[in-house]
C-alpha cells in the first residue's frame, strides 16, 4: 500500500525490518526498488522525509461521540481496508477501531505522543500522503492539514464513492470531490 514519494512508477517498496513487537516493526528500513531511496522506520514511525518535528501537540483522547460523529461521517461500516488520518486527525484511531472492527489506520505526520498500534501505522512525510492512489475507504485531515497539498492527497488516495471529512469548515473543495456537508466545525466531502 505504501509509495515512494519520489516522481516516477509505482512499484511495491521492500521493507528490511530491524526490531520488531509482535507484528508491528518498530525499527527498520523502507527501500525503493526504482530510485533506491531507503526511508528509516524509527520508533514504528516510517519517516518519507521533510516533516521535520512534531507538527501538532499532543491530543488529548476524543470523546465516543467524536468518533462516532467520524464514523458517521465517513459511511464506515464492515471490515477491510485503509482509513487514513492526517495530522492532529490521528488521535481518532483508537475510537474509530473501537466501532469498526478489521478497518487498519495509517496515520500521516501523527501528533506528539501519538504511538504505532496493531490498528495503526504510522508515517511521516512533507507534502505527500505515501500511499498507493484510490487505495482509502476514507480520509480525516485535522485542522493543522486542511490546506493543500493534503486536500488535494486526500482525494488522490480515496476510493471513487468515499468520504473525506475535514476538521473545519473554511475548505476549498479539491478537484474530483463534491461537497457534502459543511458545519459544527466540519466539512464533509464525497470522492466523485
Given at each position: 500500500?505504501?509509495r515512494?514519494?519520489?516522481?516516477?512508477?509505482?512499484?511495491?517498496l521492500?521493507?528490511?525490518?530491524g526490531?520488531?513487537?509482535?507484528?508491528?516493526?518498530?525499527?527498520?528500513?523502507?527501500?525503493?526498488p526504482?530510485?533506491?531511496?531507503?526511508?528509516p522506520?524509527?520508533?514504528?514511525?516510517?519517516?518519507?522525509?521533510?516533516a521535520?518535528?512534531?507538527?501538532?501537540?499532543?491530543?488529548?483522547v476524543p470523546?465516543?461521540d467524536?468518533?462516532?460523529?467520524?464514523?458517521?461521517?465517513l459511511?464506515l461500516?464492515?471490515?477491510g481496508?485503509?482509513v487514513?488520518?492526517?495530522?492532529?486527525?490521528?488521535r481518532?484511531?483508537?475510537?474509530?477501531?473501537?466501532?469498526?472492527?478489521?478497518?487498519h489506520?495509517?496515520?500521516?505526520?501523527?501528533?506528539?505522543?501519538?504511538?504505532?498500534l496493531?490498528?495503526?501505522?504510522l508515517?511521516?512525510?512533507?507534502a505527500?500522503?505515501?500511499?498507493?492512489?484510490?487505495?482509502?475507504?476514507?480520509?480525516?485531515?485535522?485542522?493543522d492539514?486542511?490546506?493543500?497539498?493534503?486536500?488535494?492527497?486526500?482525494?488522490?488516495?480515496?476510493l471513487?464513492?468515499?468520504?473525506?471529512?475535514?476538521?473545519?469548515?473554511?475548505?476549498?473543495?479539491?478537484?474530483?470531490?463534491?461537497?457534502?456537508?459543511?458545519?459544527?466545525?466540519l466539512?464533509?466531502?464525497?470522492?466523485?
Amino acid at each position: 500500500m505504501l509509495r515512494c514519494p519520489e516522481v516516477h512508477e509505482l512499484q511495491p517498496l521492500v521493507l528490511s525490518t530491524g526490531q520488531m513487537v509482535g507484528r508491528m516493526v518498530r525499527s527498520g528500513l523502507v527501500g525503493c526498488p526504482v530510485c533506491r531511496r531507503e526511508y528509516p522506520i524509527v520508533n514504528g514511525i516510517v519517516d518519507f522525509g521533510g516533516a521535520g518535528g512534531d507538527p501538532a501537540p499532543a491530543a488529548r483522547v476524543p470523546a465516543v461521540d467524536e468518533a462516532s460523529t467520524l464514523q458517521a461521517l465517513l459511511d464506515l461500516s464492515g471490515p477491510g481496508g485503509f482509513v487514513v488520518l492526517v495530522g492532529a486527525a490521528t488521535r481518532h484511531a483508537i475510537g474509530l477501531a473501537g466501532l469498526i472492527g478489521g478497518v487498519h489506520f495509517v496515520g500521516v505526520n501523527p501528533p506528539a505522543l501519538v504511538e504505532e498500534l496493531p490498528v495503526l501505522s504510522l508515517v511521516r512525510a512533507a507534502a505527500l500522503i505515501p500511499l498507493r492512489p484510490a487505495i482509502a475507504r476514507g480520509v480525516v485531515l485535522g485542522a493543522d492539514a486542511a490546506h493543500a497539498p493534503w486536500l488535494d492527497e486526500a482525494r488522490r488516495v480515496l476510493l471513487r464513492g468515499r468520504r473525506l471529512v475535514v476538521e473545519g469548515e473554511d475548505v476549498d473543495t479539491p478537484s474530483g470531490t463534491h461537497k457534502l456537508a459543511a458545519g459544527q466545525g466540519l466539512w464533509v466531502g464525497e470522492a466523485a
